[in-house]
């Protein structure tokens, strides 16, 4: 069965180099244990997302998923106004096709600037490791327009996923 870390590991994995697939790199990014990471890359294999002896992502296969299934798998939910990071349509690559409006999505955070309504993570660490990683947090604030966007939004998500999975 899948779970919320195993879509997070293979979204990081989206485009590395095979020096930056080692467990303890992937494990040391995403804020997971080694143990946890390994889990994850070994569902993401059995789900056909991840091919399990490289690490290295089905993109075509990750791309479906993405698009169409994990609205449905892993849907958005919304909590209340809160401080925090800017997510979806609020967050790169879509704010600049995007109008930001009074209340953007954001990821509950301690360090978070923006006021807007708090959006649950796909997984816990996920905000911390796209404050480190500005590559991770594009894709996560993708993911979260997939996950939760409106029409419009979820098409602009899908179509820059496509771009970078081509």
């Known amino acids: ?3 919320p870390q195993d879509v997070f590991v293979s979204v990081y994995l989206a485009g590395r180099p095979a020096a930056e697939r080692s467990y ?3 494990a040391a990014a995403t804020g997971l244990s080694g143990s946890e990471t390994h889990a994850a890359v070994k569902r993401a294999a059995a789900c056909g997302l991840v091919d399990p002896a490289t690490r290295e992502v089905r993109k075509a296969a990750l791309r479906e998923f993405l698009v169409h299934g994990l609205r449905y ?3 958005s939910e919304r909590l209340g106004v809160t401080r925090g990071i800017p997510t979806s349509y609020a967050a790169p690559p879509l704010s600049a096709d995007m109008s930001i409006g009074e209340l953007p999505p954001v990821w509950p955070h301690a360090h978070g600037t923006v006021r807007g309504e708090g959006v649950v993570l796909l ?3 996920a905000a911390d490791a796209a ?7 594009e894709w996560l604030a ?5 996950r ?4 419009r939004e979820r098409n ?3 179509r820059e996923v496509e771009r970078r999975l081509s």
């Open 131 to 137: 404050t480190r990683d500005p590559q991770l947090y």
């Open 1 to 3: 069965m899948l779970k």
């Open 24 to 26: 303890a790199r992937v």
């Open 73 to 75: 798998v892993f849907p």
């Open 123 to 125: 997984y816990r660490s």
């Open 142 to 146: 993708l993911l979260d327009a997939l």
């Open 148 to 151: 939760g966007g409106r029409a």
């Open 156 to 158: 602009l998500a899908a």
